[in-house]
């Protein structure tokens, strides 16, 4: 059965130091692969997807992750956060012949001023 | 990007009431929603597949008799949580498949059961 796991449940960093998120899953095929934010209020929205290609992946407010596929990882990554990053990170795995998607337990990221 | 509405964006009712909650497609044709359930500071919890015209496909545990699923159009699908009691007190979220493959989300539900 696929399932996500993302180990860092909650993380606080100050604003401009850099920002790792990790994420591995596990399936036995093909995957697609997502990253969700979350802010306060607000419904998830899309950071960035990887599909095939190029392994490092660019999203959107300077977030990109890369897939390895040796390591079942696809983490999250932002040389320097600011404030507005505070939110709930999501990873999330699709297997290539299902439009299910499966969620992380979450990452709630704090950035202090 | 494509914009999925649900509402109402929260609802209390009392023990043993049902409630239904919606979820658009507000500019696009959705065959296929999913409806999740979100407990607090835990993971999204994927609870059916909505299909347009066809009966909902349940994830192993979601009782489909105590979730009614409905998708009539392209554009709708509804839960209904039946006999609701204080443990389905709960934010559900909607998602919608968008044309090019990409999901996205409603603004959740709150349900709280007193």
């Known amino acids: 059965a696929q399932s996500v796991s993302q180990h860092n449940h909650h993380v606080i960093l100050s604003e401009a130091a850099s920002l790792e998120l990790g994420c591995n899953y596990s399936y036995g095929g093909t995957v697609n692969l997502f990253w969700y934010v979350q802010y306060p209020g607000q419904h998830l929205q899309l950071l960035l997807k990887?599909?095939?290609?190029?392994?490092l992946v660019k999203g959107i407010k300077g977030f990109e992750a890369e897939f390895i596929k040796s390591k079942f990882s696809f983490n999250l990554r932002k040389p320097s956060v600011q404030w507005s990053d505070t939110a709930e990170y999501f990873c999330a795995v699709r297997g290539y012949n299902t439009d299910k998607l499966i969620f992380g337990t979450g990452t709630r990221l704090q950035v202090f001023p | 990007g494509a914009v999925v509405s649900q509402h109402p964006s929260r609802v209390i009712c009392k023990s043993g009431t049902s409630v239904k909650i919606e979820c658009r497609s507000l500019?696009?044709?959705?065959?296929?929603m999913f409806w999740y359930r979100q407990f607090p500071k835990q993971s999204l919890m994927l609870m059916a597949t909505s299909n347009e015209g066809s009966k909902a496909t349940y994830e192993q545990g979601v009782e489909k008799d105590k979730f009614l699923i409905n998708h009539a159009s392209l554009t709708l699908s509804t839960l209904t949580v039946t006999s609701a009691h204080p443990e389905d007190s709960s934010f559900y979220i909607c998602?919608?498949?968008?044309?090019?493959?990409?999901?996205?989300f409603g603004e959740g539900s709150r349900l709280t059961v007193l």
């Open positions: 990887y599909f095939s290609g190029d392994p």
């Open positions: 998602s919608a498949i968008y044309d090019t493959g990409e999901l996205f």
């Open positions: 500019d696009f044709q959705a065959t296929t």
